[in-house]
């Protein structure tokens, strides 16, 4: 038996474990590629032998990820298609693992989602909650190595970084061996990568007006006193072209726009927009953790109470006057009312309460 119609036979007895719709769209690209000749080009006219079950999964996955094969259009249909080629693989992976060997198809002879994600975006998104290498392979259809890149690259192990937007993507990955008792894994001594940053990457494909608005809230918002609207005012007009900082500054200076729209007299934001350009963090823009944030101004100490108590986020606090001051670790923010922030151990719900003006507080900062 030549090893092209082994794989077109081992291709059909993976389909018949499908459910019915996938299984006959399966079938039915698998004899559109023996017809049209592609399995056998792909592998000539080689016998088949048992050292060849690896070459028929891989060349398998190549020819039925073909362009050809797949659609891209309407995006709906390429997803389904997509969906019963993936479930189809595993089948094919099964059937091929059943003579004693472990059969896995390489990552790079697979075809790409129609609809896939920005790995980069992706992975940070992952990291959140704790991922494993096999699970971001699987998820991207990398190799290890690869998977080890560009986690080595987003830590900033790497002169190179993995960029979203133009600026540069880093968080500090970390990793810890899976604990069996708390997740069943297949492998032993399985890492778990995690970021305890919580940057979330977000793309915005805005026009003027969009734009307008959007710098117009946040600098209706510093007018309040706040500030920390101010890092992702200068992170956004960074990104933009020369014409649309143009056009943005000539709706600023627009005194008839604001007046029809009945805007807040208070606001300037011709005046807003010239300050954020002359800032002198203007050419080293990128992501901030909380605690850079906090070290930034002090202004933006009522904002970290409220971030920090609305998300849960420990935190290590330090409040009175010397020497007989206080430092708390590991504390979590459970109410924050009137001034009067109440502080408790994070591990532990049956931990005393400890209560402090917000004018006593000396310094305040996340902790991992």
Request: with cysteine; aromatic share 8%; charged share 30%.
């Amino acid at each position: 038996m030549k090893i092209w119609e082994k794989a077109a036979q081992t291709g059909r007895q993976a389909a018949n474990l499908l459910d019915e719709q996938a299984c006959r769209w399966v079938l039915g690209q698998l004899e559109k590629v023996e017809n049209d000749g592609c399995l056998r080009n792909y592998f000539r006219e080689d016998e088949f032998c048992p050292g060849c079950v690896q070459k028929v999964a891989d060349g398998l996955a190549e020819c039925m990820g073909d362009k050809s094969v797949l659609p891209l259009r309407p995006l709906h249909k390429a997803k389904c298609c997509y969906t019963y080629l993936m479930q189809w693989f595993e089948k094919l992976e099964d059937v091929l693992s059943q003579d004693g060997q472990h059969i896995e198809i390489d990552r790079e002879c697979l075809p790409p989602d129609p609809l896939a994600e920005d790995i980069s975006i992706e992975l940070v998104k992952m990291l959140h909650k704790g991922v494993t290498k096999d699970e971001i392979s699987k998820r991207f259809h990398l190799t290890q190595r690869a998977v080890q890149e560009k986690l080595a690259a987003l830590n900033g192990s790497r002169k190179t970084p993995l960029r979203v937007g133009g600026q540069a993507l880093h968080v500090n990955v970390s990793d810890m061996r899976i604990d069996p008792k708390n997740r069943t894994i297949e492998k032993k001594n399985v890492k778990e990568y995690h970021t305890w940053n919580t940057m979330h990457p977000v793309m915005l494909q805005l026009n003027v007006t969009q734009l307008w608005t959007l710098f117009r809230a946040l600098a209706l918002y510093q007018s309040k006193g706040y500030m920390l609207g101010d890092d992702i005012a200068k992170d956004i007009w960074v990104q933009l072209s020369e014409y649309g900082q143009e056009k943005l500054e000539e709706l600023a200076a627009d005194r008839l726009i604001e007046h029809a729209m009945r805007m807040d007299a208070n606001v300037d934001l011709s005046y807003y927009l010239n300050n954020i350009q002359t800032a002198e963090d203007m050419d080293n823009r990128g992501f901030r953790t909380e605690r850079d944030l906090l070290g930034s101004d002090d202004n933006v100490y009522r904002e970290a109470y409220v971030m920090f108590y609305k998300a849960g986020r420990k935190c290590n606090v330090e409040f009175g006057k010397y020497p007989n001051n206080i430092v708390l670790e590991h504390q979590i923010i459970i109410n924050y009312e009137n001034g009067i922030l109440s502080f408790r151990e994070a591990k532990d719900e049956n931990a005393p309460i400890v209560k402090v003006p917000e004018d006593q507080i000396s310094y305040i900062e996340l902790c991992e």
